[in-house]
């Protein structure tokens, strides 16, 4: 994708913040640019690190979601503030780039899934076949207990093969109950399977660090069955998930997975501004500056060991994200400030940001609320009044209150429509609810009205 197409793709989510859309689109057309350069020169390349500064509900994670999901890349988000210093109880900052390994073979697994669907989906149907027969059981063979201790004597008759009738009889009863099967009609009966158990189990090491022992020992120590009883629908998303994974090898989509994680992996670093301090800080916060020591090899290029292989960290693509209300990008140590090259500013809504929002996004909280009610039978629309009366009072909300950005439309969406989604109940034909601009100002001036004086009480 150009960059001028990964900008259009952001915009049908992202509501303004050209500056942030523009500096993620070069970087990731960078990645392609990257990847057509002779190998001696692609490896002196390296991704040039984003920060975004703005306040909380403006874009900055959803901006860098829906990037990974143009692409299809490796995603992780983390919070930069629980991470700690070597030392102290808490977690290692190398665990995000595992964790990032472990989103990568999600994927990586789930492409290979998608191949070998419909092999794995006709299996499934055959087993599930398999469990709905009636088991044939076998004669009861005498046992001489004598030959069974000295294992001398007579070898054992062979099981009398069932009769051809009985093999056709069980062959048109599989028939049958396959075409049941197929037309949905064996949903709720209830079957037998094996599932193997996980091993979860965390511990501190020595230095404080949490360890995963259920990963570390997940591929050492021998999966333990047990059977689960269960309905026809439930037992067939896991044998899907068993028949899939039979049919790929795993030792090439850990391969792909490495690959593709060191390649075109991105990190989103939020909350970044929370270990920004000063190397006098006591107190609490002591180990911030010691969290960004920890980060920058991170962020430089290192190989961080998985149990899936080492990983090396130089092409990854870090976007860190912060409010930068009390600290600012210089009160970071300089050495990490230099591998964020990039800086840009995003800006607080207005209210005509809030109307864009509320009319243009494919996935508008109108939109997300109108279809919410349809199972109900409640047809909702807004007119043109009401979405105008509505982003003045996600606007004036924010002034008055703490500026929570967008998110701020689900607090007066929920008091709007309180009284219609506590009555809708489905019992009724469809009707049509039309919120305008009257019916907003009545529910909504109370709380959020010019004459509220909350914002000046101390």
Known sequence: MTPREIVNALDRYIIGQDEAKRAVAIALRNRYRRSCLPPELREEITPKNIIMLGPTGVGKTEIARRLA??????????????????????????????DLVEESIRLTKQKRMELVKDAAAAATEQRLADLLLPQQKRAA???????????SGQAEPEEPKPTEEEQQARKTLREQTLERLRAGLLEKEIVEIEVEESINAMMFGASGMEV???????????????????????????????????????????????????????????????????????GADVSREGVQRDILPIVEGTTVSTKYGPVKTDFILFIGAGAFHVAK???????????????????????????????????????????????????????????????????????????IGARRLHTVMENLLNDISFNANGQHPMIDVVVDGAYVDAHLSAEWGEDNISKYIL
């Open 141 to 151: 063979r005498p046992v001489n207990p004598l030959q069974f201790l000295l294992g």
């Open 69 to 98: 999901k143009l692409v299809e890349a490796p995603f992780v988000k983390v919070e930069a503030s629980k991470y700690t210093e070597v030392g102290y109880v808490g977690r290692d900052v190398e665990s995000m780039v595992r």
């Open 212 to 282: 995963d022992m259920g990963g570390m020992l997940g591929d050492l120590l021998p999966k333990k069955k047990k059977s689960k009883r269960m309905p026809v629908e439930h037992a067939r998303s896991i044998l899907m998930q068993q028949e899939s994974e039979k049919r790929i090898d795993p030792d090439d989509v850990n391969r792909e997975a490495l690959h593709n994680a060191e390649q075109n992996g991105i990190i989103f670093l939020d909350e970044i501004d929370k270990i920004a301090g000063s190397a006098n800080q006591m």
């Open 329 to 403: 990008v210089s009160d970071l140590i300089p050495e990490l400030q230099g591998r964020f090259p990039i800086r840009v500013t995003l800006k607080d809504l207005t209210e005509d940001d809030f109307y864009a929002i509320l009319t243009q996004p494919d996935n508008a909280v109108t939109k997300q609320y109108a279809a919410l009610l349809k199972p109900d039978n409640v047809n909702l629309s807004f007119t043109e009044d009401a979405l105008r009366e509505i982003a003045k009072f996600a606007f004036r909300a924010n002034e008055q209150n703490e500026n």
